[in-house]
């Protein structure tokens, strides 16, 4: 991003960006150009190549980046206060129905498109998701171990790895099959795993 | 398929499926056309309509199901034989393996990239071979379990889906990511869960 951008050229800029976000969700990757992110936005070709020197790439590659902070961000409150099998539950409910509701429209599945071989900078976006993700689920593990509500010989790190894991391939089933039930199956087989007494 | 076609037709047919299996792979399913099938195969028009009248669809529907018996295939003989942590490890080494070498080569990741909302042939395939697949491994834990040596307590059926989609969210992390971390540490989370003694 250029130095020196100002509140409202920020504002601008992440405008383009959600719609860009909106059009790439709906058409795929490959079938966007950046004059169909121009059109859909409203933006004339200054000031996409003043808000994105580095052209497509760079377009999306801020999208990535939305669409990663996305992911999380519906996630919460509940992601970040993993405390109670009251909060566990409910985040996973809400998990799967929202997948359930977005189906192809996934932010995920939109990022894994982009996603070329050797792309360097979305497999970042991605890397640092699932980071941030799993140390979520690690802390809301170690909250419960505290409290005496999961086992407390699980591996926090294993487990939220694994756990994190689960969801990504329910999503991949709920995605492929249009049945949430392996989704499900894997979140329901994990708690009770973790679960005491 | 036509019926009373010869065991030479079946033979061209084949060819030309796996041509289209390997173009698609490649070039990925939107970016490739009949055009180019025909090419990469050498196949005239008139075989083409031939073997598949019902033109494209019909031949990425064959596509989609070579592609679920190959991913099947190139499971076995360990997948069909779970019968001792011996077999197990050396399934799932196999997988995370494989996966490793192929990268976004990955014939399911090439049938969900398929996958067009409201594609009922697809889906159809994807269902079966997830359904194939769960009940292998169920097989599997059932057969450990009469051995004593998988935790008598766990529901096969459950266990089995639960492992299936971690596997499925293994792969997709291990093409977001390159790394085969997150695949390696659901299924040895699995494994520890479910090892008795």
Redesign the interface.
Known sequence: MPRGITAKGLATRQRIVEGAAEVIRTR?V??TGLEDIREATGTSGGQMTHYFPGGKTELLLAVARHEGEQILQEQRPLLDDLTSWTAWLAWADDLVARHERQ??HCGLST???Q?E?GDLGV?QV??EL?ESWGNALEQGIRAMQRAGEMDPGADPR??A??L???????V??L????SS???R??L???FA?LRVG
């Open positions: 795929g490959a079938a189906r192809e990022l894994l498109g996603l071989p497999r991605l890397l699932f294993e487990y790895r694994a994190l894991a689960s969801v990504q391939g329910g991949v089933m995605l492929a099959t249009g039930d392996y989704f199956s894997a329901d087989t994990w795993r």
